[in-house]
Nanobody, 119 residues
Framework: QVQLVESGGGLVQAGGSLRLSCAASGSTFSTYAISWYRQVSGKQRELVAVIGSGGSTNYADSVKGRFTISRDNAKNTVYLQMNSLKPEDTAVYYC?????????????WGQGTQVTVSS
C-alpha cells in the first residue's frame, strides 16, 4: 500500500510558477506510475500529467510546454513544475499512484492541494 501527501499549492499570479510535490510512503514507490490530476468544483477530475515507473511522461494538451513532471525515487517523491500559469489552471491538484497487481490496477490518492491562479 502507498500513502501520498501533496504539497506546494498556493496562490500565484498569472504567468507565475509553482512546484507541487507528491511524497509517498512505501518501499515499492519506484514500481508505481504516478499521475497528477486536477479537479474544479462541479467538474470531472482530469488527468494533467503522468510519469511511468521507467520515467516516460505524458501530458494533457492544455499543459504541454508549461508543466513538467519528474520523479526522484530515492526520495519517494514526484514533482510537478508548473510554469506560465493561467487562471484556468486553478483547481485542486491530486497525486495518484497506480500499479497493476494480478491484472488488477490498484489506485491510491492523496488528499489534494489547492492551486489558485489570479488574473
Amino acid at each position: 500500500q502507498v500513502q501520498l501527501v501533496e504539497s506546494g499549492g498556493g496562490l500565484v499570479q498569472a504567468g507565475g510558477s509553482l512546484r507541487l510535490s507528491c511524497a509517498a510512503s512505501g518501499s515499492t514507490f519506484s514500481t508505481y506510475a504516478i499521475s497528477w490530476y486536477r479537479q474544479v468544483s462541479g467538474k470531472q477530475r482530469e488527468l494533467v500529467a503522468v510519469i511511468g515507473s521507467g520515467g516516460s511522461t505524458n501530458y494533457a494538451d492544455s499543459v504541454k510546454g508549461r508543466f513538467t513532471i519528474s520523479r526522484d525515487n530515492a526520495k519517494n517523491t514526484v514533482y510537478l513544475q508548473m510554469n506560465s500559469l493561467k487562471p484556468e489552471d486553478t483547481a485542486v491538484y491530486y497525486c495518484n499512484a497506480v500499479r497493476v497487481v494480478l491484472n488488477i490496477p490498484r489506485h491510491y490518492w492523496g488528499q489534494g492541494t489547492q492551486v489558485t491562479v489570479s488574473s
